[in-house]
Nanobody
Framework: QVQLVESGGGLVQPGGSLRLSCTAS????????VGWFRQAPGKEREGVSY???????YYAESVKGRFTISRDFAKNTVTLQMNSLKPEDTGAYYC????????????????????????WGQGTQVSVSS
């Protein structure tokens, strides 16, 4: 089991930027795909972005061109750079890890569904408001 901790959330004005980090402990993240999800009050959880490798990533249409996901294997961390933030980006953001050797597929540029992840972080709040 890998323990995940999110950080970097906060309050920002529309058009601003935040950088979320998902740091793992307990095990290396190397064999895991990592997804970022968000949930706004009264709404269902949605997949925002996913990464297996630098050439295997996914972005929801609502964040394409504004968010960038990356991973640092040496630091056991996955980062979500969020630019040009909008009020509709507000929500609790969670990272989650899926063990790819068990899954049998790295995702192929698609979002791995939430029910397939093995471990979840506690979340970090992002609020975009003027």
């Amino acid at each position: 089991q890998v323990q995940l901790v999110e950080s970097g959330g906060g309050l920002v004005q529309p058009g601003g930027s935040l950088r979320l980090s998902c740091t793992a402990s307990g095990l290396t993240l190397d064999p895991y795909g990592v997804g970022w999800f968000r949930q706004a009050p009264g709404k269902e959880r949605e997949g925002v972005s996913y990464i297996a490798s630098s050439t295997n990533t996914y972005y929801a249409e609502s964040v394409k061109g504004r968010f960038t996901i990356s991973r640092d294997f040496a630091k056991n961390t996955v980062t979500l750079q969020m630019n040009s933030l909008k009020p509709e980006d507000t929500g609790a953001y969670y990272c989650a890890a899926v063990y790819l050797p068990r899954r049998g597929s790295t995702g192929g540029g698609k979002m791995v569904p939430g029910n397939e992840y093995d471990d979840w972080g506690q979340g970090t709040q992002v609020s975009v408001s003027s």
